[in-house]
């Protein structure tokens, strides 16, 4: 009897995951392929899906179902799991009255078009009052998912469960100091040249090497694939369909370079997770720390490091050889670690990322808590870039407006970018001490050893652990922002020759 | 009240569009992007969708708030044809039990993939079984819709509502004799050459002078766009989102121009569909044969007439210079007109490919009432090209196993090929008298004359008439073949030199 009331759940699970992933599907066309007058028609299509998919899963049999399930025992592990989880989502997403949803929805809506409209005029002031009603709402939205210590934690929550102030706090403290004397540091060496990265580069033979990269990195093309996209971004439609995009400049290499591997480390993740669970909670991925994680591995920790460099330079040589016949692999191997004062985000370097996102996060928090004013973001924006990075914001396209996140309603994701980040740097240590001849097979090409640890170790578990948990059965230890530190440290003082 | 009411109605209609329009993305990513690995989810997803959609449509509801409309009426014109057109979609819809929706989607499953087997083994016998038990469920399927005369008319009217055997026969009767008689009279002329064709002409070039073309039929890619696939189609997600779909064969030009032309004369209709009745029968386009008349009437009437390509052929000989520069395109025009003997009817010219169809629509008739059993399809299929067109069928790969219709369960498709075709001849005609000037127009690259005329008299009315009441209105008279055999006749005397 319960293995049948586990076929109906099964049934129920798999069916919502269609309808979700068939969004999945339209949207990567919207992003992708779709012509500029079907964005109307495309937006009625999105909004049905995801209402019906919300619809089914409030569902009040779906609660039955699952209080059923419970009660009756008799599961696997693996079936005790995906009930239990399922039931988190359940209880979380009846907290948010349909209303509110509706609200919350239509909100994010009109404030998209005005952040839109706010960048094109490079005026804050636009954006200001739809701003503002989104944040009135998250703290409505913290107070209905409900809260221990601070508000800001139930949004944090939705992207990385069990993730708090207080653990985040504790994270960017030790990790700010020392990352800000490192950054210091560094700014008093002399710089590094990476000139060479801004030449002219055929687009063409910059998405063919791209595609190399990928296949180098052991992404699958027969469950996958890559297409060119306004920003780079990763989905999936199920394990076996997993699309990356990219984006070519014909004036700059970095960019497909970072968006290439960054976006296969997702997409390895995506790949790796277990297909027999499609639809279901272990079929998907742990939290967005543990997705960024994996981007972060392969983009900085493996690809902006000397082994993957010595691999793969010479067939980048080829490729471009009039641009990068006089670069030996050495100054590519600086030049792409280059650290220099910066105001955007995502073309920061790894150092100074950090000081972006721990801006991100001081802000938010106190936007969450009421401490902080919408109207004052312009002002302690250009103050705290001042304190962390030295930098003056120019204006708000360069300062409070670029990034997309607070438009959507997505407050609470910024910090997962460099949590993801310090996870990266203790996989990667973890990796490299269990795996004495890795910088040598990374050297020779094979990224096997990395990506075997990480399958056994992280993709194979799906969301049956917290980020932290995982991190501790992974590495020994939990998250601890000292194995960035170190890496970062040891990398940096050799490329700008400090001790 | 009633204005109430309708909102309700149009509301669910949108809704169900929604859903059925993100099922037709899937399929467009399917058959052009999709990774091999990827078949299985979406699979998945595909059916999930098409049952939603199925689930809504025919809940009660829907059939409540449509008596309703039509109890309370005070609805506009428009509102009450949505209306009628809708109940009469719910009420065949509902004759059709869920127990035999599934055994269908079963069978046709299951007999699509011993048809795929068995022209991988060129044998009709792996195929036989499977499609036996389609024809008996078509049967059943004809009983349960119900009909007057002959079964097959049911089957008819899925395609073409109100087209019988009885006007297909009249149709085809009045169109046989004659036909056969120009065929023959061809065949005993000298023939035409068309070798030109088979030469190597580059992808890339191609696929450019494909777009070329598009843009000068005025196909609209603000609102829609053409991509690669196996077999070329056109799929739409609204009015302002049209897909169509080619393919290249570098050894054959043929291939990609009249895939181009023939999908965007698909597409024109859809982007000419009322786009205020987005999801509303009035926004769906008419029959599956006033479907194929706009296809056939730019390949055909205009693709493949002199005036086209006076204005176009300077064009393509800038594109292939070296293989066309010794074509006229005089020499040009009765190439691509050149009739022959042909097995396969995708590949045939416009004369026997009516032959094709009439040999089709014999055997399915017979089939559906009983006269014909399965086992017999070779022979039949033998005897009849050897009566129609003169040719002796090799193998069943190259015979009756050619097309996929009927591993899909669609019976009574076919005849809207040929019926598709007379009508665009009498349109063509219609719009020819109705513009003397209009041969000069294309010469000079204007087909504006012939687009308008298809807006104002077919595209605008959606599913507002039947195709033969849609043509009397357009033309002054039903369908009526004398169009088509006069058209044909004038052009093959002129191309084959005999009075």
Redesign the interface.
Known sequence: MAEYKYADYEFLM??IA??K???A??Q??QET??????R???G??L???AE?AHEEFTDARTGDLLHELILQGHLSDTEKKNVQLTLEDFTKSKKLPAAFVRKMSETVNRSFHAWIAARRSNSFAIFESPLDEIIELKRQEADLIGYTDHPYDALLNEYDKGLTVLTTDKLFTDLKVPLLELYRKIQSCKQVDNSFLQQHFSKQQQWDFGLKILKQMNF??????Q?ISEHPFTTS??S??VRLTTRVDEEDLGNILWSCIHEAGHGLYEQGLPNDQ?GMPLGEYCSLSIHESQSRLWENNIGRGLAFWENNYPTLQEYFPAQLKRVSVNQFYKGINRVSPSLIRTEADEISYHSHVMIRYEIEKGLISGSLKCKDIPVIWSELYQDYLAVKVPDDRRGCLQDVHWSHGSFGYFPTYSIGSLYAAQFYAAIDAGNPSMEKELQGGNNLPVLNWLQQHIYRYGRYYHSNQLCERATGTGLDSSFFLDYAFKKYAAIYDFA
Do not use: C, H
């Open positions: 798999k069916r269609d309808i992933y068939s969004g599907v339209l990567w066309d392929y779709m012509p500029t007058n079907g109307e028609a495309r009625r299509q909004a049905t899906l019906i699958d093309f027969e469950g996958g694939r297409d439609f199920s076996s369909d499609y």
